[in-house]
């Protein structure tokens, strides 16, 4: 955990992603097997970041489902400070939300550098995927749910290969699932 200190802030990317490698609409597959085990985790993992990262589609998402719903995760999610990156939406509704139009890479960079607790970033999609390109993932952090699904993959055809290294790799927080957490390997 990074406390609020001088130090850079670290960028955790969470995904839920299927047997087969889809990360694509988890809403409709992944929802039987997350339970009050992976909640509690979750929102574990929200309180020790000091902002959330996003895309727009993510964005889209996201804004129609946590301001209407309530509990702790909800609560957590709705006060937070949120960056959606996106050259095409002008105005985010959802509090405390911020749009950055700037190229992403170079934004997240800087937003690494400011003090503060981590970053994170859910799923991988476009957004998450540049992110990784990048170099910008310090922990990659992956939910294996017990399903084949049809959709888009985590890994996509033209990026760039990644060495990661594992962290930890265990049972999930719920019955069927599998937690996996690596960071990457940097070159010595």
Known sequence: MNPIDDSPR????????????????????????????????SLKVLQRCGAM???????????????????PYAEHINAMRKYVF???LEEAEWTNTT??????????AEL???PGRDLIVYGHGRFGQTLCDAGLVDELSLTVVPVFAQG???????????????VSAGRG???????????P????
């Not at 749009?99 to 997240?108: L, M, R, Y």
């Not at 390997?185 to 010595?188: G, N």
Request: hydrophobic share 35%; proline share 11%; glycine share 10%.
């Open 112 to 114: 690494k550098r400011t």
């Open 53 to 71: 990262l996003m895309g727009r589609r993510t964005y889209e998402v996201f804004s129609q489902q946590w301001p209407a719903a309530s509990g």
């Open 10 to 41: 670290r960028l955790l990317q969470t995904a839920l992603v299927s047997l087969n490698g889809v990360i694509g609409e988890p809403l409709s597959w992944a929802g039987p097997y997350f339970g009050p085990g992976s909640a509690a985790h």
């Open 86 to 88: 996106s050259s095409t």
């Open 173 to 183: 927080r719920d019955p069927g699932l599998v937690s996996l957490t690596y960071r």
């Open 152 to 166: 888009t993959t985590f890994y996509r055809p033209g990026s760039p290969p990644h060495a990661w290294e594992p």
């Open 185 to 188: 390997t940097r070159p010595e």
């Open 99 to 108: 749009v950055v139009a700037e190229e992403p890479v170079k934004a997240v």
